[in-house]
């Protein structure tokens, strides 16, 4: 058995890649789910409907704000895909976390990451019902966010399988239209065909006021909504404990993340901001919608809708998935109550998905309550609850390396090339983004919210460790030795 099958925790216990049998779950992720999963994972509504206000802010410059935030995601999947073939677990970053840096942090990250992924399904959600409105304007949103919550919600709970299969076809969908959504593109470039071919040209791109129209300034202020955009990438980690063969598609699905930036992001941008001028776009309406409404094809923007409908359902769907299995690692990690760690018939965390849905279901009381701020309110607070998760995976990776080097874990056979360097590197960026969001007053409530919700998680793992000490010095103390 290779270094890279076994890896030993700080606290001395032994997990076998591939295997993992005391996890309980069903390893029901075959690989062509796990891929569709990793693709369909960086395409969701951060792209489909929020492009259309940093399209707003930014001008054609977003597409450099998009490669540029995509190196980083590159730079910090790598990171994760050598921890997860040094010891793949469901817990992933969380489990890490706890790892080297300690139990605290650990505790910390997947309760963060499980809020992450809560107001990002209340995010998709209301984004779901925005879309609904297209067909018929006069469905109240929170109707129609409410119907979506426990339709998904019945899907998660019958098994990963149904999970990895509703995930696979959503993915096809996106895939397939964003793909085709280029080529037209290309055919009006190209051929000048339909209304939009009259105005289609490359020179659109710094034609309006230049490729920075608002400054550079103001393109760098669209960074806290491209980073929303990757949300999910990392899910990929969690699908580890339920994945058919992670030594094979883990690394599969991780290194098909570059093409996957270039064409669906990068390529599909560059291709409707030359098809439409960026002026024409609006904030509150998808760009794909808008660019194939002014090309003219026969319902192109209700096909485009409905596909940006299944984005956001994908992400919800994914949301919940993603939440039970968090609270399941906390749980058995004495984190959480005792109850999350249990598995239903099917082999699902049934009760923290439950739980997790409830809290979604705030998402339905804020499209009633204020429809039309739902969106930015829970997109900000999800940005910063995801830029903590990835700085952990960094660190954790930064810390990992070291431990590698002094001969005190074994190598992972998944090595992220620049190794620490690049980890560095992205932690800077996202230290970057994060002053960004603090300097954006309308963005700014997230990192008070995130302040209220590190308070909180602090006073409660201080009442966990009174209660409960043995549950932390244990791993403290390994920690202690290892340096």
Not at 139 to 146: E, F, G, I, M
Not at 304 to 329: D, H, I, K, P, Q
Not at 364 to 378: C, R
């Amino acid at each position: 058995m290779t270094s890279s099958q076994v890896g030993k925790s700080h606290d001395g216990s032994e997990a076998v890649g591939g295997d993992a049998p005391e996890e309980g779950y069903e390893r029901g992720l075959g690989s062509r789910q796990v891929q569709m999963i990793a693709i369909g994972g960086a395409i969701g509504v951060g792209l489909f409907l929020g492009a259309g206000a940093n399209i707003a802010k930014a001008g054609p410059s977003l597409i450099v704000m998009y490669a540029l935030a995509g190196v980083i995601i590159f730079f910090i999947m790598r990171a994760l895909g050598e921890l997860l073939l040094y010891r793949p677990v469901s817990g992933s970053f969380a489990e890490y976390s706890r790892e080297f840096l300690g139990p605290f942090f650990g505790y910390f990250t997947g309760w963060t990451y499980w809020l992450m992924w809560v107001v990002t399904g209340m995010a998709e959600l209301t984004a779901a019902a925005i879309y609904v409105h297209y067909w018929f304007p006069s469905v109240p949103q929170w109707v129609t966010a409410l119907v979506f919550l426990i339709v998904l919600f019945v899907a998660n709970l019958i098994s990963v399988k149904l999970f990895g299969e509703i995930e696979f076809w959503f993915s096809m969908v996106k895939v397939t239209a964003l793909l085709g959504m280029i080529i037209i593109g290309i055919g009006v470039l190209t051929f000048g065909f339909s209304s939009a071919g009259d105005t289609a040209a490359v020179s659109n791109l710094w034609a309006f006021d230049g490729f920075f129209p608002n400054g550079i300034g103001s393109s760098l202020m669209t960074l806290q909504g491209v980073m929303f955009a990757y949300l999910a990438v990392e899910l990929v980690g969690v699908t580890a404990g339920e994945s058919e063969d992670p030594e094979k598609t883990l690394p599969k699905a991780i290194n098909t993340l570059p093409w996957r930036i270039a064409l669906f992001y990068v390529g599909a941008l560059t291709v409707i901001l030359c098809v439409v001028k960026w002026t024409e776009f609006s904030p509150d309406v998808s760009p794909f919608v808008a660019a194939f409404a002014k090309i003219g094809i026969p319902a192109g923007a209700g096909i485009v809708n409905f596909v940006v409908l299944t984005a956001a359902l994908s992400s919800c769907n994914s949301g919940m998935y993603s939440t039970g299995r968090m609270l399941r690692n906390l749980a058995e990690s004495g984190e959480a109550p005792k109850v999350f760690g249990k598995l239903s018939s099917t082999k699902t965390p049934a009760f923290g998905i439950t739980v997790s849905v409830l809290c979604m279901g705030i998402g339905v009381v804020l499209n009633y309550v204020v429809p039309e701020k739902a969106f930015g309110y829970v997109t900000s607070v999800a940005t910063a609850a995801g830029i903590w998760t990835w700085l952990m995976i960094l660190v954790s990776h930064i810390l990992y390396r070291r431990a590698v080097d002094a001969g005190r874990l074994p190598a992972s056979s998944f090595p992220a090339p620049g190794g620490a360097k690049c980890s560095w590197i992205a932690v800077a960026f996202l230290l970057f983004v994060t002053g960004l969001i603090a300097y954006d007053a309308d963005s700014r409530i997230c990192l008070y919210v995130m302040a209220v919700w590190a308070a909180v998680l602090g006073v409660s793992w201080a009442i966990l460790k009174a209660r409960n000490p043995q549950v932390t010095e244990r791993r403290e103390l390994e920690l202690e030795k290892v340096g």
